[in-house]
């Protein structure tokens, strides 16, 4: 599986961006697309994902609830996360990632995820 994400960039406090992530290769019936974020000096920590297991499931970190939203295009193999009301404490090096045949209690974990993109750059100013 390779990852392509893509829409980064520099936004005020209070924009929007939407990252998208381009996925390609085969997958199993059973996995999510994460997106995860890592600032300077910080850990990698998990920001929203969507599983697919029969239907499908959008998970969030807590922080981010009601302001972000993951959604897909199962057409374009895309997976996107629109990102509103953002603050300088987003700002970050943005990954998508795969994880196969994962379970719910897996999802928000890094260690869960096998393939990962090359990272996208959000910058909030204040």
């Known amino acids: 599986v390779q990852l392509q994400a893509s829409g980064g960039g520099l936004v005020q406090a209070g924009g929007s961006l939407r990252l998208s992530c381009a996925a390609s290769g085969r997958t199993s019936s059973n996995y999510a697309i994460g997106w995860f974020r890592q600032a300077p000096g910080k850990e990698r920590e998990f920001v929203a994902a969507?599983?697919?297991?029969?239907?499908?499931?959008?998970y969030y970190e807590e922080s981010v609830k009601g302001r972000f939203t993951v959604s897909s295009d199962k057409a374009k193999d895309t997976v996107y996360l629109q990102m509103n009301s953002l603050t300088p404490e987003d700002t970050a090096l943005y990954y998508c990632a795969v994880a196969m045949r994962v379970i719910t209690s897996g999802v928000r974990k890094v260690g869960s995820y096998g393939y990962w993109g090359q990272g996208t750059l959000v910058t909030v100013s204040s």
């Open positions: 969507i599983r697919w297991s029969g239907g499908s499931t959008v």
